[in-house]
Nanobody, 122 residues
Framework: QVQLTESGGGLVQDGGSLRLSCAASGRSLLHNAMGWFRQAPGKEREVVASISSGSRRKYYGDLVKGRFTISRDNAKITAYLEMTMLKPEETAVYSC???????????????WGQGTQVTVSS
């Protein structure tokens, strides 16, 4: 059974940093891409970043390029999202996903975590 569990969310001030983790159960995920999405109240879910199974390819949404870094440790089957220079408008539930394709569309991802709240105060 595949399970994704996020951690690391919380409250941070404008300009602050957070590191999210996504621990995966199920060694089959070693061959899956992993990604981070976020959804703010009243808004659609949007892709933040994704990474291929071997970490050779990485994708970043336009709004986070240069500030966020995605990585993974396949020995631990864990993905990370390092977020810096956070802005209040980035307050959202951040969710981890795994799937066979690095798609910008959330519907293409097969497995999802429950999400972790990130709140950026002004």
């Amino acid at each position: 059974q595949v399970q994704l569990t996020e951690s690391g969310g919380g409250l941070v001030q404008d300009g602050g940093s957070l590191r999210l983790s996504c621990a995966a159960s199920g060694r089959s995920l070693l061959h899956n891409a992993m990604g981070w999405f976020r959804q703010a109240p009243g808004k659609e879910r949007e892709v933040v970043a994704s990474i291929s199974s071997g970490s050779r390819r990485k994708y970043y949404g336009d709004l986070v390029k240069g500030r966020f870094t995605i990585s993974r440790d396949n020995a631990k089957i864990t993905a990370y999202l390092e977020m810096t220079m956070l802005k209040p408008e980035e307050t959202a539930v951040y969710s981890c996903a795994a799937g066979s394709l690095m798609s910008r569309s959330s519907s293409a991802w097969k497995y999802w975590g429950q999400g972790t709240q990130v709140t950026v105060s002004s």
